[in-house]
């Protein structure tokens, strides 16, 4: 039984044609950010926690990294 599928398992009759430059480039740099919740999320979430009253969060974010925020601000839990 195969647990993943590789760039092996499918072949393609040819390589699309790049719309860039693709000779003489050079690796400038790499960048990061990070866009944290507002003051004062915490303390709301544990007083609705508290009081029982459901939080959602909406965000664009992908999957991975909203529930990580999810957690980090206790909006679900550590689990």
């Known amino acids: 039984v195969r ?16 719309n860039f430059p693709m000779d003489d480039l050079t690796f400038i740099g790499l960048m990061s950010l990070i866009d944290p919740p507002r003051e ?4 709301a979430v544990t007083k609705c926690n508290r009081a029982r009253i459901k939080v959602y969060m909406v965000t664009g974010d992908p999957p991975i990294t909203a529930a990580a925020i999810a957690k980090q ?4 839990s550590q689990e």
């Open 73 to 76: 601000e206790n909006i679900v």
């Open 40 to 43: 004062g999320v915490p303390e």
């Open 3 to 18: 647990s993943s599928i590789g760039k092996d398992d499918f072949k393609f009759s040819q390589k699309p044609k790049p």
